[in-house]
């Protein structure tokens, strides 16, 4: 009886280790920042290949972003020089990558 009790009590304590064995998150996803969701306004330009969006508004706007990740379908050249609105995420504050995009106004001009 008393090598009944022994083996359970060394099983059950067994088995509580392995449980508690989880791997825990590294360091690099604990720091790894997530998207968040950002809703941008600005003139769409483009700077070889790329797109930019520049002259943002608004309390700690950056001076440009870089839309990247658009769709094909969003044709983002046909917005080129016109003041536009982007919702995206971002998880840098020098790049957006954008779901959407809404023509404000035909021109940059204020």
Known sequence: M???VIA???AIVC???LVGRAEPASAADKQKPKDAPVILTGCLQTSGA???LTDLRGLNAPASVQVVGAAP???LKDHVARRVTITGLSSSASQVKARSVTQIRPSCSS
Do not use: L, Q
Request: no cysteine.
């Open 8 to 10: 359970a009590s060394v």
């Open 73 to 75: 379908a969003m044709n």
């Open 50 to 52: 790329r797109f930019i």
């Open 2 to 4: 008393p090598r009944n």
């Open 15 to 17: 088995a509580g280790v």
